[in-house]
């Protein structure tokens, strides 16, 4: 059997065909439509294709019958619209568009692509940079706390220094003074010790080193005792001649205006006994100046006077007067007060006492009270060197030089 597919205009012209090829006993077994696609349809007609088929044996039979179609299928072939130059050129340059446009189509989806890449990658930058100022603004806060929490200990440890001071009895303005000067080497975060070390250093500074009896003068040195009642200069008097003459082995003598009690004279009369030092009493300036003369040979006259109440200023008038018999550069004053007198008479003491003559300190019975803020305040408010403290009954033994470390460890709460 032959079978063969024929392509004409319609279907009739393909029976045509088929039937001048293979017979007039050919069987049409399928015919089809065929549409033209893309974008030939706009320029091909609708064409039909059918299936012929014929037995081989009828066809031989039939076959000088058959005429030669080659001619009319030319012709047919022929008869179809020829496929018009312009069209196919119109066609070949819209595909050739279309592609350009596929070309133009594919680099704007890519460089959409590249945009939706672009803003994606600017959002994640966003992200990214909001992620970190969030971070950095938590570690800035974190950071702040911290510095709040240190300025706050600081302050803490300097509030626990001040109770400290104030508890020692140092008068407030002075303690303020103290952190002021210090506050401002200190690092915020500081300790407790560093504290400390820097205001203990600070008070050691303050009270200075002692001013001590100073024999290095060719001349007789005249060191006047003037305080209060009861304080101990006169104690303080055998404890001083008593050191100087056993230890430094300096020519001491002695000299007392205190007449007006009995037992005074006789008091200081036994320790110049029991020194073995001569023991000159006066009752005026004059006297004063007589025993100058006589004494001119010692290196060291250590000069009573007696207790006054330093609202009593005619009493404190006489003993301007006997310390003007000598000569400033051949004397020094040591104006002894008591620890356990309380600031306020301190005070008052300390500045009736300026009015006479610039002075020294000399602190006694620190045996009889556990504070020592007043020898600070009294050494600060007045600008007075201190130079002793006593700190007992017993002579020669209870005295020593003021001792600055001491002291300060004291008003921080230190042992002494
Ligand atoms: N606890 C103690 N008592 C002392 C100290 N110094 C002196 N005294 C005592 O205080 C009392 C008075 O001492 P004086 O030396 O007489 O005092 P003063 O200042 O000379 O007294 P007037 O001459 O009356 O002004 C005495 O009983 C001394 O023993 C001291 O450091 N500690
Ligand atoms: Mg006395």
Redesign the pocket.
């Known amino acids: 059997m032959i079978v063969k597919k024929f392509l004409a205009s319609t279907e009739e012209e393909a029976v045509l065909l088929a039937k001048a090829e293979l017979g007039d006993n050919v069987t049409i077994m399928n015919t089809k439509k065929i549409e033209p696609h893309g974008f030939s349809r706009f320029f091909k007609k609708t064409s039909v294709e059918i299936t012929a088929a014929v037995d081989d044996n009828i066809r031989e039979e039939k076959k000088e019958d058959i005429p030669d179609f080659s001619k009319l299928q030319q012709a047919i072939q022929q008869s179809q619209p020829a496929p018009d130059s312009k069209a196919a050129k119109k066609e070949a340059d819209i595909e050739q568009l279309i592609r350009a446009k596929q070309v133009i189509l594919d680099d704007e989806d890519e460089s959409v692509q590249k945009e939706n890449d672009r803003v994606d990658i600017e959002q994640r930058l966003t992200n990214l940079q909001d992620l970190l100022e969030k971070q950095l603004n938590t570690k800035r806060e974190e950071e702040k706390e911290e510095k709040e929490k240190v300025v706050d200990q600081k302050q803490a440890y300097l509030d626990l220094i001040r109770k400290q001071l104030i508890d020692s009895e140092v008068e407030a303005c002075y303690v303020e003074q103290i952190i002021e000067e210090i506050e401002g080497s200190l690092t915020n975060n500081t300790t407790l010790d560093n504290i400390l070390a820097n205001v203990y250093q600070k008070i050691v500074l303050k009270i200075g080193t002692p001013h001590l009896i100073d024999l290095r003068t060719k001349r007789t040195k005249y060191i006047f005792f003037i ?12 404890k001083i001649a008593s050191t100087m003459k056993l230890s430094k082995k300096t020519k001491v003598a002695l000299i007392t205006s ?1 007449t007006y ?1 009995i037992a ?1 004279v006789e ?1 200081l009369k036994t320790y110049a006994n029991i020194l073995g030092v001569p023991l000159k009493v006066i009752y005026s300036p004059e006297e004063m100046e007589k025993a100058k003369e006589e004494l001119s040979d010692f290196d060291l006259v250590l000069v ?1 006077t ?2 006054r109440s330093h609202n009593n200023h005619e009493q404190q008038e006489d003993i301007g007067n006997i310390l003007r018999t000598i000569p400033e550069g051949e004397r020094e004053v040591f104006l ?1 007060l008591s620890a356990t007198t309380k600031y306020r008479d301190l005070v008052n003491i300390s500045k009736s006492y300026s009015e006479i003559c610039k002075y020294n300190l000399i602190f ?5 009270t556990d504070t020592v803020g007043n020898i600070f305040n009294i050494h600060i408010l007045t600008g007075a060197p201190l130079s002793y403290t ?4 017993n002579v020669p033994d ?2 020593g030089k003021i001792d600055a470390q001491k002291i300060a460890k004291q008003l921080l709460g230190g042992n002494s």
Do not use: H, N, S
Not at 364 to 368: A, G, P, R, S
Not at 390 to 393: I, P, R, S
């Open positions: 305080g209060p009642t009861g304080v101990g200069k006169t104690t303080t008097i055998a205190d009690r005074a008091q009573d007696a207790g002894v006694t019975k620190l045996d009889e006593t700190w007992g009954q209870d005295i």
